[in-house]
């Protein structure tokens, strides 16, 4: 783990434009360089959040993923080429990365995310990224952050309309207190069935980092207790309040 109190000459060369940002000074690098971070999923939200997590020099960043490159990846995912078809996204991921800036650990398992490794996942991190892509796993993945006591910043994207969320953060309310558990019966279409424009998750992706950020800074209005959805097509962007239910708090093991 990346773990010190000062910046590299170097370093201060590449973050000259956050250390000049009064919020963030070198005092606020270091406190991102000594963060660690986990992002479930490489897909289309976790490669910008991947990409500028680690651009902005978040120190210690954890990947899980079990997927392998497909060509219908290509035009969201953006960490990956056309010669990485057919090739684990963890491993491709890693090197881009690293490519990217090499003053950043980036620690990758190449595991599916399961009720029976989820907590053993999350407990060495900061912060939990939630970039998946369907429900069972954000289940899952809330209830581990709110055993652990760990924020979990969330995305999810539709066709145009992309929303983001914090949850289990200062005590605010959880995924579930916005999305109640839904009945196995019910039929939630999955985005490769219902097409998507390839900049949503780049967007979507960007405002999940920033989160991030804010969250290890402490600076700024943190998503909790609001969702921000925005329609790209027509620039609608709206805030719902999410009303907590003290029954979600009282989870003590992943259903």
């Known amino acids: 783990m990346v773990n010190t109190d000062y910046l590299s000459d170097s370093e201060k060369r590449r973050y000259m434009m956050h250390i000049r940002l009064p919020v963030i000074g070198e005092e606020g690098q270091v406190k991102l360089k000594n963060s660690s971070v986990l992002v479930i999923g490489a897909g289309g939200l976790g490669c910008p959040v991947l990409q500028?997590?680690?651009?902005?020099?978040?120190?210690?960043?954890?990947l899980v993923d079990f997927d392998l490159v497909n060509e219908t990846n290509l035009p969201r995912q953006i960490l990956y080429r056309a010669d990485d078809i057919g090739k684990l996204k963890t491993i491709i991921s890693k090197i881009r990365l690293n490519e990217l800036n090499?003053?950043?650990?980036?620690?990758?398992?190449?595991?599916?995310?399961?009720?029976?490794n989820?907590?053993?996942?999350?407990?060495?991190?900061?912060?939990?990224?939630?970039?998946?892509?369907?429900?069972?796993?954000?289940?899952?993945?809330?209830?581990?952050?709110?055993?652990?006591?760990?924020?979990?910043?969330?995305?999810?994207?539709?066709?145009?309309?992309?929303?983001?969320?914090?949850?289990?953060?200062?005590d605010g309310p959880t995924y579930r207190c916005y999305n109640p558990e839904l009945k196995k019966?019910?039929?939630?279409?999955?985005?490769?069935?219902t097409g998507?424009?390839?900049?949503?998750?780049?967007?979507?992706?960007?405002?999940?980092?920033?989160?991030?950020?804010?969250?290890?800074?402490?600076?700024?209005?943190?998503?909790?207790?609001?969702?921000?959805?925005?329609?790209?097509?027509?620039?609608?962007?709206?805030?719902?309040k999410v009303i907590p239910d003290p029954r979600n708090k009282l989870i003590k093991e992943i259903k």
């Open 185 to 193: 019966e019910n039929n939630n279409p999955h985005p490769s069935e």
């Open 52 to 62: 500028y997590l680690t651009a902005a020099g978040i120190g210690n960043i954890g």
């Open 102 to 116: 090499n003053h950043v650990s980036v620690r990758i398992l190449n595991i599916k995310l399961g009720k029976e």
């Open 196 to 240: 998507m424009i390839n900049v949503l998750p780049g967007i979507t992706g960007t405002y999940m980092a920033n989160e991030v950020i804010k969250i290890i800074l402490q600076t700024g209005k943190v998503l909790s207790g609001e969702v921000l959805i925005f329609n790209i097509l027509n620039n609608k962007h709206y805030l719902f």
């Open 118 to 170: 989820v907590l053993k996942i999350v407990r060495d991190y900061d912060i939990i990224v939630d970039a998946t892509d369907n429900y069972e796993s954000r289940y899952i993945l809330n209830d581990a952050c709110l055993i652990a006591g760990k924020p979990m910043v969330h995305g999810a994207i539709y066709q145009f309309e992309g929303q983001v969320s914090v949850f289990n953060y200062n």
